[in-house]
C-alpha cells in the first residue's frame, strides 16, 4: 500500500505524475502490483506480457513473457500518446484526464486506486476529434470564426445554459468543460458537441464550479477557442460519481 509505504517517484502528489496499477488476466489486482486509494491512479495490464526483451549484453534482441507495473504503465504512456497525436495542443491536464475520466471500473479495483479501475484505451479515444492531421488533413476552404457571444449560466434546475452567436459557415459546434478541483486546479475535460445553427445547449455537469470554452468547425477545420467562462452549480444538475483520494474535488 503505497498510500502508507511510499514509492518513489510515483508516490510524489504531483499533478504530472500518473501512477500505474498491474492487473492479472481476469481483471484483478496482480499480486506483485502496488496499490492505494491516494496514490495509485488506475490499473493497466501488467500480468504476462508479451514484449521485447534483452536477455544479456551483446545476445539478439528476443521476445519474453514479462510481469510487473513496469509492463502496465506503457499502456498508459501509449494512450497518452494517442490522445496527443489526436489533439497536439492539448495540455497533460488534459491528457491525463481525459484517461481518468474513461477508465473502466471494477468491483476489483475499487478502494485500491483513485479512479477505480482500469485503463480503457477505446473510451478515452472515442469522440475525441483528430487535430494532428491523421485524419489526411482539413479539406478546401477556409474554417469558420470563433463564436462570439459566449455564456454560461447556471440554472435553477442544477443544469448549465450555453448560449453563443451564430456564424456563417459552420457546420457544428464544438466545447470543454472543466471541473475545479481544490488542489490540482481545472480537471477532468469534457468534450460536448451542437450541430450547425444552433445557438444554444443545455448541459448537466453536477454540482461544483465548472468552466466551459467553444469552437466551430467545419470539413476546412476548427476555429481557435473562445475565452473560458466559469460558472458554480449548486446542484440538482447530474449527480457526479463520489470519488476518493487525490481525484476529489
Known amino acids: 500500500d503505497t498510500d502508507t509505504t511510499p514509492h518513489w517517484s510515483s508516490s510524489f502528489d504531483l499533478d504530472n505524475i500518473i501512477s500505474v496499477a498491474a492487473t492479472d488476466n481476469t481483471d484483478e489486482l496482480a499480486w506483485f502490483s502496488s496499490y492505494g486509494p491516494v496514490s495509485v491512479d488506475l490499473a493497466a495490464p501488467g500480468d504476462y506480457v508479451f514484449a521485447t526483451y534483452k536477455r544479456w549484453a ?3 534482441d528476443d521476445y519474453a513473457w514479462l510481469s510487473g507495473t513496469s509492463m502496465a504503465t506503457p499502456h498508459v504512456a501509449a494512450a497518452a500518446g494517442l ?44 469522440g475525441v476529434p483528430d487535430d494532428g492531421g491523421g485524419g489526411g488533413g482539413p479539406g478546401p476552404g477556409t ?9 454560461a449560466g447556471a440554472q435553477a434546475d ?5 448560449s453563443w452567436n451564430d ?14 478541483h481544490h488542489k490540482r486546479g481545472w480537471i477532468s475535460t469534457q468534450s460536448l458537441q451542437a450541430g450547425a445553427d444552433v445557438t444554444s445547449l443545455v448541459d448537466a455537469p453536477g454540482e461544483g464550479r465548472f468552466r466551459y470554452r467553444i469552437r466551430s468547425y467545419n470539413d476546412a477545420g476548427y476555429s481557435s477557442w473562445g475565452v473560458w ?5 449548486d446542484g440538482g444538475g447530474g449527480g457526479d460519481k463520489p470519488c476518493r483520494g487525490k481525484k476529489c474535488p
Open 167 to 180: 456564424v456563417a459557415g459552420e457546420t457544428g459546434y464544438q466545447f470543454e468543460r472543466e471541473k475545479e
Open 58 to 60: 551483446g545476445s539478439i
Open 229 to 233: 467562462e466559469e460558472v458554480s452549480v
Open 83 to 126: 490522445l496527443l497525436g489526436l489533439q497536439p495542443g492539448w495540455t497533460y491536464q488534459q491528457v491525463r484526464d481525459r484517461i481518468y475520466a474513461t477508465v473502466r471500473t471494477l468491483p476489483a479495483l475499487a478502494g485500491l486506486v483513485a479512479t477505480d479501475g482500469m485503463l480503457n484505451l477505446q473510451a478515452a479515444l472515442d
Open 143 to 151: 474554417p469558420p470564426p470563433t463564436p462570439g457571444g459566449f455564456a
Open 158 to 162: 442544477g443544469t448549465v445554459l450555453l
